[in-house]
């Protein structure tokens, strides 16, 4: 057996693990980042900061804030959980399939 | 303003789709609630699709294009559920989601009567329509190979660009200056 490709398969493949997780991990702030942004760039669609005549569903329907609150959802919701799940499976040296099969091409 | 509602519905379900691909289906489905989350989600936005038919349309030919995609977003929503539960067994029902993006692009094309040019939420109608129907080769692709990352990851980014698509409707606007006079004033 050669050890120099085995060696390369598992560093490739904490590599990918590594690159994944760290990419899912980006991708609430990255939403709330987009929508904070949009904020910022188009205040006048934040009713909130100039509420006068406006309705009760312009009132509650903002839209950079509805992205930003998608991605606070999904990186306590789903990102996090699903994080901690990875972490917990490289502690244990158990082999995640999809990641194996990125890593093999 | 009910478009945005809907775009963050997207954003979600897409978010969910690229996170799945990122991790591979064995590991997003280890938790029994996370398998059902976007085919869940993906149902819930077709059943919510049902009161904005009813009550935010003007026109006959807006009732059907509302009608048609909360039929098809239930559809493949509900498709996607009977197969992870295992009540479906047959592999063809994974093709309700390219259904979904084909029905769903078509409809929206055929209930904009006017230019692409003929003010901003026209230029959407025309470019959401064709951006859907060129994207249903994603979930096709997905049907066949359902734990293909570069499709899994097809659909995902469909979904996330529908979603800027819908964010960036407004009732009457311009595109690319152009504004018809038949469209009225810009507001919104």
């Known amino acids: 057996m050669n050890s120099n490709i085995a060696t390369h398969s598992t560093v490739e493949l904490t590599y990918v693990r590594s690159a994944r997780a760290f990419v899912l991990s980006l991708l609430g702030p990255l939403t709330i980042g987009a929508g904070v942004i ?10 909130l900061l100039h509420p ?18 998608a991605g606070a959802v999904f990186a306590l919701v789903v990102a996090r959980p699903l994080l901690a799940e990875l972490d917990e499976a490289r502690s244990r040296g158990d082999t995640v399939p999809g990641e194996q099969c990125a890593a093999t091409g | ?7 963050t519905g997207f954003v979600l379900l897409g978010l969910c789709l690229l996170s799945e691909a990122l991790v591979g289906t064995e590991v997003w489905q280890r938790q029994p609630w996370r398998k059902y989350l976007w085919p869940g989600l993906l149902f819930a936005l077709g059943v919510l699709m049902w009161p904005v038919m009813a009550f935010f349309t003007n026109s006959a030919i807006h009732t059907y294009a509302h009608g048609s995609w909360a039929e098809v977003m239930m559809l493949a929503g509900g498709a996607e559920l009977g197969l992870i539960s295992g009540r479906l067994r047959s592999p063809w029902w994974r093709l309700a989601l390219p259904l979904a993006f084909v029905v769903g692009g078509t409809a929206i094309i055929l209930h904009e009567q006017n230019t692409w040019l003929f003010a901003r939420s026209a230029f959407l109608h025309h470019l959401i329509g064709w951006t859907m129907i060129g994207a249903a080769v994603f979930p096709l692709g997905k049907a066949f190979r ?34 018809s006079p038949l469209a009225g004033a810009p507001h919104r």
Do not use: C, K, N
């Open chain 1, 38 to 47: 949009w904020a910022i760039v188009q205040p006048w669609r934040l009713t």
């Open chain 1, 52 to 69: 006068h005549g406006q309705g009760f569903w312009w009132l509650v329907i903002e839209p950079p804030l509805l992205l930003a609150v």
């Open chain 2, 1 to 7: 303003m009910v478009h945005w509602l809907f775009a």
């Open chain 2, 146 to 179: 359902p734990r293909s990352g570069f499709f899994q990851t097809g659909v995902a980014l469909s979904l996330v660009v529908l979603a800027v698509m819908l964010y960036t409707d407004r009732d009457v606007a311009p595109v690319f200056g152009h504004l």
